[in-house]
């Protein structure tokens, strides 16, 4: 960790390399500020790449911290806008982003040419937008997160967009989708598949996208072109292919080879590559895989659509009968049966869809002007099917069950609560518009059964 002075007018800075530092401030005039990161090799005599990370949710270092090993690796500062949120507009956080822009493009030496932004999951789709917001954006990285809307894309602003996905993630499908609207506008792009627990791993396509974009700039004469770079990595990644090869991961061997095509192609020779592709495309198991993938999407989108129908149908119903049917779904998807690796994969990503509609319906529900708390109950009913250890979930339940005195449910799902395992006795006595609930002998009853030990001891008669 290296410490330096950063004059700007009458103002000296302290910085630290290689730490991520927080709350540094954008104006004193302004209460804004953000994080910042720079590489331990970091020195002022040269112009350096940038990745602004955006997190709408407030994790602002940890968001820095999950790109910090590929920013170190290849040379890139990392910033993170600590103000912007998913409670303002687009528009506010767009100008959030762009005054922390401007603050650090002030004081650091920034490459023009070479300035990205990226996210995680939701916050991926503000990242997307910021190339058409703001000028100068040349590259966006998303994880877990499509595109927020491709009708936007402008042609005059193109930008390079690298997707970085879990194969058992819920926008694997739309983020293939994203891929082809890309490639029918020309929009420079790839798609990094990685399977959640086998390698390559999220963190290793992080570095591989953070490598791909250096590339593109050095293609583009944006960056000085370092030979020695560009055969290493290319040698790091035809040597990824082959290993995929080797554990019969044909389609994603074949896809990174298609992507990494694109991108040395203006660097070097790429026959290797080629080569590779041609083998795989000739694999009979290849063959059998990707009919096999093509029709696993297809069963899987009918039964998107199904679940989106019929969630629909329930909150607005408010169809407490079918969580019984909800139930028998998500233990259908539970199972894992199959020895059919796309059909587990298929079934991991309808979990996550499931979920996702659920959080979906309860985000949309909150923001009205009047809530419809018994709409709530049902997801948050569901929530418990869906991810039995969502301790939030049932609180949720007791809570509005008890506001309006529906204290047979509230008390059913403090049981199933105790059930799973929790054993925060204080956090239960706690819950929101229980007042009255936590002193009736059946609340203490059910909390000294579990917990053997109760604020309220009942007395027996």
């Known amino acids: 960790m290296i410490g330096f002075n950063i004059g700007l007018q009458s103002q000296t800075i302290s910085l630290k390399k290689g730490v991520v530092l927080e709350d540094l401030i954008v104006s004193d005039s302004i209460p804004e500020s953000y994080s910042l990161y720079l590489p331990t090799n970091f020195e002022v005599t040269k112009t350096w790449p940038i990745v602004f990370a955006v997190d709408l949710q407030g994790n602002h270092k940890q968001s820095l911290q999950m790109f ?43 490459s023009r040419k070479q300035i990205y932004a990226a996210g995680f999951s939701e916050s991926g789709k503000f990242a997307s937008v910021l190339p058409i917001l703001i000028n100068n954006f040349k590259g966006v990285l998303t994880v877990n997160c499509p595109l927020a809307n491709t009708d936007v894309l402008d042609l005059k602003k193109m930008f390079h967009y690298i997707g970085v996905v879990d194969i058992n993630n819920y926008n694997f499908n739309e983020m293939n989708a994203n891929e082809k609207i890309l490639n029918i506008l020309r929009f420079p792009n790839q798609l990094l598949v990685y399977n959640q627990g086998t390698s390559p791993t999220m963190f290793d396509f992080i570095n591989t996208s953070f490598e791909m974009f250096s590339l593109d700039a050095m293609a583009k004469n944006n ?40 991108v040395y192609r203006p660097l070097l020779d790429v026959s290797q590559l080629r080569d590779l592709q041609k083998e795989i495309r000739k694999d009979r198991v290849y063959i059998e895989m990707k009919r096999a993938e093509s029709g696993i999407l297809f069963k899987e989108s009918l039964q998107q659509e199904d679940y989106d129908y019929a969630m629909f149908e329930d909150v607005s119903s408010y169809n407490f009968n079918n969580l019984g049917w909800w139930k028998f779904q998500m233990d259908q998807l539970n199972s894992q049966k199959s020895n059919n690796p796309f059909e587990l994969q298929m079934n991991n990503r309808l979990k996550s869809f499931v979920s996702f509609l659920t959080d979906k319906n309860i985000e949309d529900l909150r923001v009205e002007k009047i809530v419809d708390e018994e709409g709530l109950v049902f997801l948050f009913m569901l929530k418990t099917i869906i991810n039995p250890q969502d301790f939030d979930a049932y609180e949720n339940v007791i809570s509005l069950s008890a506001k309006n005195e529906d204290y047979t449910t509230s008390l059913f799902y403090l049981e199933e609560l105790l059930k799973v395992g929790f054993v925060d006795k204080n956090a239960l006595y706690q819950i929101e518009n229980t007042g009255l609930l936590r002193i009736a002998p059946e609340f203490n009853a059910l909390i000294l059964k579990y917990l053997n030990d109760a604020r309220y001891v009942p007395i027996e008669q």
Do not use: C, H, W
């Open 68 to 110: 910090k090993n590929a920013a170190e690796s290849n040379g890139y500062i990392l910033v993170a806008p600590n103000n912007i949120s998913d409670t303002l507009s687009i528009s506010d956080n767009a100008l959030i982003t762009k005054r922390v822009m401007n603050k650090v493009i002030s004081l650091l030496p920034i």
């Open 223 to 262: 960056m000085v072109k370092d030979s020695i770079f560009i055969n290493e990595t290319y040698k790091t990644n035809i040597n990824l292919i082959e290993d995929l090869i080797s554990r019969k991961q044909l389609i994603q061997a074949f896809d990174l080879a298609t992507e990494l095509t694109n």
